[in-house]
C-alpha cells in the first residue's frame, strides 16, 4: 500500500470508551491483557488501530464493560468495506458472459422491477429480442448484454434515457435490486452455484484484470479480501461479538462469500427475494412496513437499519423503521459509502469509514460531532486527497425524493463543509 499522508502518529496509549460511548485515553497497563489481539498492522491509519483494540478490549468478554449474558454486536458493510471490489458486479458479469439471465415473464422487462421505466423497458426489448430458449444470449448477442449492463450499472439506456423512477432514495436503489430480481427463475442454490463460480475466477485474477462483458473490454474482472478486515472480524468473534454482514447484493450471493471473512451464511443480510415453488421470484421481501412484494426496501441507507433492526435485533414491523434504544443497537459499524450511514450512525460505539470520497458519509465521519467516527483510507488502492471539501452545507444528502440538501446532525444543525484529511499520498 503506498505511503499515508498526514498520518498521525500512533497512540503510545491505549484507548478507552468512556460511559458515554466516547473515546478517551487511558493508560496502556490499564488494557485488558487477555482479550484477543489485532494481529495486522500495516494499513491502519494513525491510531485506528488502536482505537479498535480499545473498543474489543472494552466491549468484548473479556472486557470491563462486557454486558453478561447479551453479545456485543458489529455490523459490517461488504462491497469496498470486506472486499475490495463488488461481488454483485463479479456475479452480474459472469451471468452475462455465461448467460444465465432469464427472459423475462411474457417478454414483458416491466415485470422485473415495478420501477422500470417505459424508455428501459422498450429498450431491452428492442435489445434482447423473443427467443424459444429459456435464457438470453447474452454470451454472444452484445447488444443485449450492453443494454442491460447500461441499465445495470449506469441507471440509464444506452441512449441515456432514465431507467428506473418513482423510488425512495433512502430505502431502495432499484438498479441494485435489479440484480436480485434478474435472478427471477433459478433456485438459490443454483444461484450460489454461479456466485461460486464468480468467485473463483475474481480470486484468481491479477489484481488488475478486467474482462469482456458484451462489448465492454475492460469491466472489472478481480475482487480480494481485505485482510485488515478479516482480521479485525476474527478478533472481535473471538472477544465475544456477535458478527454480521450487510449488503446491497444478492443474499444468495454474499452468503458465498462471507464464509472466506469467517462470517456463517445466517449472519450475512443481503437482498432478499421472495420465492415460488422454490425459485426466485423478480419480487422481494419486505421489512418494517413494507410487506412482502412491496419491493420498496432493500438493505440501502435507511433500508440497512430497517433490516440491521429486524433481523439481528427482532424488531417487528414499522418500529424497525426507527432508531432504536441503544441496547437494541450494534456496537460496532464498518462501512464506505453513503448507503451504510444510517447504520453507521446508529453504532453505539465506534464507527470505521474506508474513505471512497463518498459525500455524506465522509461528512458525517470528518464532522465526527460525538467523537465515535474513525476514518481509513482503502486498503487496497486507497484514493488520493479530494481536492475541494465535502459540499456537506449545500448538497451533500439526498434526500426521499432525490433533492439534494445539506447534511444534519441529529440536533437539526448544519454540517458544515468538511477537508478531506485521511488519504493516500
Sequence with gaps: MSSIARRLPVLATALCIAATGVVAA??????????????????????NEARLQQLIDSYGTCGASARHGKKPVAVFDWDNTVVKNDVGDATMYWMLRNAKIQRPTAGDWHTTSRYLTDDAATALAASCPAGSSKTL???TD???????LAVYGEGRTSKGAAAFAGYDRRTIEPAYAWLAQLLHGWTPAQVKSFASAARAENLAAPADAVQTVGSN????????????QRDLIRTLQKAGFDVWITSASPEPVVDVWARGAGVDPDHAIGIRSTTEHGRITSHLKGCGAAKDGDDSVITYIDGKRCWINQEIFGVRGAAADKVQPPSKRQVFAAGDSDTDVSFLRDATGLRLALNRNKNELMCRAYDDSDGRWIVNPMFIEPKGQKTAPFPCATTGYTDHDGTPAPVRRGDGSVVPDQRDTVYAG
Design 26 to 47: 487511558q493508560p496502556a497497563e490499564a488494557r485488558t491483557a487477555h482479550c484477543p489481539q489485532l494481529t495486522i498492522s500495516q494499513g491502519w491509519y494513525g491510531d
Design 137 to 139: 444470449p447474452t454470451a
Design 142 to 148: 452484445t447488444g443485449c448484454a450492453d443494454e442491460i
Design 217 to 228: 473490454t475492460k469491466a472489472t474482472a478481480w475482487v480480494r479480501y481485505y485482510d485488515q
